[in-house]
């Protein structure tokens, strides 16, 4: 057996399970229990200051400006 073929052989198997494992991973991670709030808050970024802009955030340390 060549390289070529052993190669082809496991992308055709191995390799090709474990992308689906991975994909079948990142699924459940995504929809996993208690991630809703995260999510949402995420989902709601750009929304935050819809009626009007955030105001101007003093400096904590008035000295360094």
Known sequence: ?????FLR???DSW???AMFGFFAAA????????????????ADIPFR????P??????ENKEAV
């Open 27 to 42: 699924v459940l991670w995504a929809f996993r229990p208690g991630s809703r709030a995260v999510h949402k808050d995420t």
């Open 49 to 52: 200051h819809e009626d009007k």
């Open 9 to 11: 052989e496991l992308a």
């Open 15 to 17: 390799i090709l399970i």
């Open 54 to 59: 955030a105001g101007d955030v003093e400096p």
């Open 1 to 5: 057996m060549d390289t070529y073929s």
